[in-house]
Nanobody, 124 residues
């Protein structure tokens, strides 16, 4: 059964960095687009970044461009999200998910097989 498991969240000061991991099981990563999303308390889930694991093409939300980098290691069946220059507004639960089609918009309803999420808190 296809499953994704996120890890790497934590508490970090503004300006700090974290690297999140999304490990896939039950399917081979190299055929799918994987997205990272986040949800802050009281807000809707929003798309952060995605990667087409077959060729490494990426996309980012405007709010994280230049600060976050998505990458993949198909041999490890893992997608990463390197987050630098973190801001308090980056706080939330971060999820990864599998795109329903080859290269969809970065929107929640275009994705499936959600992981359980990992908490990221940016605070001094």
């Amino acid at each position: 059964q296809a499953q994704l498991v996120e890890s790497g969240g934590g508490l970090v000061q503004p300006g700090g960095s974290l690297r999140l991991s999304c490990v896939a099981s039950g399917f081979r990563l190299g055929y799918y687009t994987i997205g990272w999303f986040r949800q802050a308390p009281g807000k809707e889930r929003e798309g952060v970044s995605c990667i087409r694991t077959s060729n490494g093409v990426t996309d980012y939300a405007d709010s994280v461009k230049g600060r976050f980098t998505i990458s993949r290691d198909n041999a490890k069946n893992t997608v990463y999200l390197q987050m630098n220059s973190l801001k308090p507004e980056d706080t939330g639960v971060y999820y990864c998910a599998v795109a329903r089609t080859t290269w969809p918009p970065l929107a929640s309803d275009e994705y499936t097989n959600w992981g359980q999420g990992t908490q990221v808190t940016v605070s001094s």
